[in-house]
């Protein structure tokens, strides 16, 4: 079993993550969360946690994980303090404390954020993590989904490097791509933008890699 810790576990999309981490036969999940209160709803669910500010040091959290998935979003109140910013502060951590790879979620609009209509700022800090991640020297994955949408996941995708189109997505559609992004031979330091569609996750993924 492999240690993931996951950035933003306490968000929509990271509790479904640690969720499936948790039931899954290869990742155990560590959850990192900002506040003492937040631990709790993990721990009575037998998850582990660990306490780590993003705008702050954030070394201790890596401490004996294996991979990461970068989940974590300040809801546009501190796009760069946090999404661009706390995002590079823990890939510096990872790459210090030789993490195998580190899943980062990104979205649509962010290869281009000049050309974005509205999410501008959002956009262009998740840009700026998403190039950091690229040359931090680190195995890893970045998925940009579309608008996200909390229906029933289908556990089926579009995926592309570039899709050219917009489209929604669920919630656990990407956090089923996340963690399969988790795997060693999955889409190894690939880009990838994802909307619903009609072909299986793994196989799209492969399909790709």
Do not use: C, W
């Amino acid at each position: 079993m492999e240690n993931v810790l996951v950035a933003g576990a306490n968000g929509t999309t990271g509790k479904k993550i640690v969720t499936l981490l948790k039931n899954s036969q290869y990742f155990e999940p560590i959850a990192m969360v900002r506040k003492k209160e937040q631990q709790e709803q993990f721990e009575k669910e037998n998850i582990k946690t660990v306490l780590g500010d993003l705008e702050k040091d954030v070394s201790h959290t890596v401490k004996d994980m294996d991979k990461v998935i970068f989940a974590a979003g300040s809801g546009g109140k501190k796009v760069v303090e946090v999404d661009q910013e706390g995002a590079k502060n823990l890939i510096d951590a990872s790459k210090n404390a030789n993490i195998k790879k580190f899943v980062m979620l990104s979205s649509m609009g962010a290869d281009n954020p000049e050309q974005a209509e509205n999410l501008k700022d959002y956009l262009k800090a998740k840009h700026n993590a998403d190039e950091y991640l690229k040359s931090a020297n680190i195995m890893h994955t970045i998925v940009r989904p579309g608008s996200l949408t909390n229906d029933a996941g289908t556990g089926k995708i579009e995926l592309q490097n570039k899709l050219n189109k917009k489209g929604s997505i669920t919630r656990d559609d990407v956090a089923q791509t996340l963690v399969r992004s988790l795997h060693d031979d999955a889409a190894i330091n690939r880009t990838f933008e994802i909307i619903e569609g009609d072909t299986l996750i793994s196989k799209a993924m492969d399909a790709n890699s």
